[in-house]
């Protein structure tokens, strides 16, 4: 029997690049916002279930990660993609964990909401769900 190696960290980020719904394109976008919060066992449930009702209320629903993420991985992995519908190009919101288990990378992507007022509603929904994880929404400073 052939040992495989696990995969780096730069093929799973190549990897998970690729099964986002369009792939790699030279329109790659820079969040607005980020944050790392800590979500291990139970919290994890929670993290997503208190995503999906406040970014619900905001129109937004959940979409996961192409399948094979997880065997490419070598573990279950948490991605979350938070959109109007599928049918659109870019994202709201995502997490993952992919680099780390249990802790969870948000990005942002104000722009993807056409009207200030809900920009302002969903950063206030996203911002009130790190909280009660004991995290908060950075500016990002690459952008």
């Known amino acids: 029997m052939a040992y495989l190696a ?3 960290q730069f093929a799973i980020a190549v990897a998970l690049c690729a099964v986002i719904s369009y792939g790699c394109t030279q329109e790659s976008r820079v969040p607005d916002y980020t944050a790392t919060v800590v979500v291990e066992g139970s919290r994890r449930d929670q993290f997503v279930r208190s995503l999906d009702s406040e970014l619900l209320a905001q129109s937004l629903k959940r979409y996961g990660a192409a399948p094979g993420l997880n065997e490419l991985a070598g573990r279950e992995v948490l991605f979350l993609d ?4 599928m049918s659109e190009k870019w994202s709201y919101f995502t997490a993952t964990d992919i680099v780390r288990q249990g ?3 948000v990005r942002v992507y104000p722009e993807y909401l056409t009207t200030l007022e809900a920009r302002e509603k969903a950063f206030v929904a996203v911002e009130k769900v790190l909280a009660q994880h004991g995290s908060k929404l950075q500016p990002n400073p690459r952008k």
């Open 6 to 8: 696990p995969p780096s």
């Open 82 to 85: 938070y959109r109007r519908n």
């Open 103 to 105: 802790v969870v990378e």
